[in-house]
């Protein structure tokens, strides 16, 4: 075979390879970006339609006590095998945390939330955690043990309570994500990331504080 007709040839397989590569560069980008969304801070608007709250640049979303929507049923199967409706904690202001035991930013602000639910218990607040995406109970076990969460979790693994908020309004749409529920059962207030301690009684204590 003579170098002329080798040339090419050479050329055609250099130029396949480095497509091959460019394709794999790309998958693996994309890969990585889902999982960003996937555990990230998400957006900062409702699920479509007219939203009546505003965002302020700390991230945290909140309704006028006369404008909030009623938060959906949010009620089922514990981690721990129990059951939960928050619907028995009307009266009370409450605090929903969606996480999950795979999640870094999830893991990041727990201690938080241990915390300022221990300095809340006897205030009128209750902290309801909602796990999500994992594919058994254990690992949520696991999570709540290692950074001693006592207050309970609804255990939501394909995220279909996360699916009964209704479009418009401060719907969690990212792990993490935190609700403060008021006294009769709207939603007051919402962020989709993480928080740290000073910025979770920011979101809160306006809230426990209305009468």
Do not use: H
Request: aromatic share 6%; net charge positive.
């Amino acid at each position: 075979m003579s170098a002329a007709f080798r040339a090419p040839q050479r050329l055609n397989r250099t130029r396949s390879r480095s497509r091959r590569r460019a394709a794999l560069a790309g998958a693996g980008a994309a890969v990585a970006a889902l999982a960003l969304a996937a555990c990230g801070s998400g957006g900062v608007s409702g699920g479509g339609g007219n939203t009546n709250f505003v965002t302020g640049s700390d991230g945290i979303a909140t309704v006028r006590k006369g404008e909030r929507a009623a938060a959906p049923d949010l009620s089922g199967a514990t981690i721990d095998g129990g059951k939960l409706d928050l619907s028995a904690y009307k009266g009370k202001v409450v605090v929903v945390n969606v996480w999950g035991s795979w999640c870094p930013p999830c893991r990041a602000e727990a201690p938080n939330f241990v915390k300022v639910a221990k300095d809340m218990a006897g205030k009128g607040v209750q902290f309801v955690g909602i796990n999500t995406r994992d594919t058994s109970a254990e690992p949520a076990r696991a999570f709540e043990k290692q950074y001693g969460v006592t207050y309970p979790s609804l255990y939501d693994p394909t995220g279909k309570l996360m699916l009964r908020f209704k479009r418009g309004t401060l719907n969690p749409q990212a792990i993490p994500s935190t609700l403060v529920i008021d006294r009769d059962g709207k939603i007051a207030a919402r962020t989709l990331q993480a928080l740290s301690e000073d910025k979770l009684r920011e979101m809160l204590n306006p809230v426990v504080a209305e009468k």
